[in-house]
Antibody, heavy 121, light 111 residues
Framework: EVQLVESGGGLVQPGGSLRLSCAASGFTFSDHYMDWVRQAPGKGLEWVGRTRNKANSYTTEYAASVKGRFTISRDDSKNSLYLQMNSLKTEDTAVYYC????????????WGQGTLVTVSS | QSVLTQPPSASGTPGQRVTISCSGSSSNIGSNYVYWYQQLPGTAPKLLIY???QRPSGVPDRFSGSKSGTSASLAISGLRSEDEADYYC????????????FGGGTKLTVL
């Protein structure tokens, strides 16, 4: 059974940093692109970024709203995905989901339960 | 302001057929596949339709997707109370807006 479990969310002050993790199981993690999607309270879904697999050189892409502040990485030996968030702003407050991707398109076939990040002073 | 435009709300009675629209442009829906997600209250999104009109295993055939030009639609027939949820369309975008764009979401109420 495919499982994605996020962790690392919490309260952080504006300008601070936080690192989210996503533990994957039940599939060959190294084969897949992995994405982060967020949802601000009461709002819609917003794509954050993705990391491709080893076959595609682990290249990453980011939404304009987080580019230069957020970094996505992965450790295939630990079946884990990470989101390093720096220079956090109040508008980064959201539930952050990791999602398994089936290729280049927004084909997210499995999602984690999400972890809440609150940026507030 | 979302790149893909959806109506904020839709409603229907049990047994009815409801459609939810998703409008985009030539850089997203016009040249790429459309995906639909269902988000039940308090849960993570779930893939409902992929590649415009394909259903993942386990999704009832009451749900169907279509695409024409720069617009797409999700249709739900035989509406049931458990269909009450938020629905999002998504697509790859070849412009600077991308690469992945979502619609703003449509809240479906079953009356």
């Amino acid at each position: 059974e495919v499982q994605l479990v996020e962790s690392g969310g919490g309260l952080v002050q504006p300008g601070g940093s936080l690192r989210l993790s996503c533990a994957a199981s039940g599939f060959t993690f190294s084969d897949h692109y992995m994405d982060w999607v967020r949802q601000a309270p009461g709002k819609g879904l917003e794509w954050v970024g993705r990391t491709r697999n080893k076959a595609n050189s682990y290249t990453t892409e980011y939404a304009a709203s987080v580019k230069g502040r957020f970094t996505i990485s992965r450790d295939d030996s630990k079946n884990s995905l990470y989101l390093q968030m720096n220079s956090l702003k109040t508008e980064d407050t959201a539930v952050y989901y990791c999602a398994r991707s089936r290729g280049s398109y927004p084909h997210f076939d499995y999602w984690g339960q999400g972890t809440l990040v609150t940026v507030s002073s | 302001q979302s790149v893909l435009t959806q109506p904020p709300s839709a409603s229907g009675t049990p047994g009815q057929r409801v459609t939810i629209s998703c409008s985009g442009s030539s850089s997203n829906i016009g040249s790429n596949y459309v995906y639909w997600y269902q988000q039940l209250p308090g849960t993570a999104p779930k893939l409902l339709i992929y590649r415009n009109n394909q259903r993942p295993s386990g999704v009832p055939d009451r749900f169907s997707g279509s695409k024409s030009g720069t617009s797409a639609s999700l249709a739900i027939s035989g509406l049931r109370s458990e269909d009450e949820a938020d629905y999002y369309c998504a697509a790859w975008d070849d412009s600077l807006s991308g690469p992945v764009v979502f619609g703003g979401g449509t809240k479906l109420t079953v009356l």
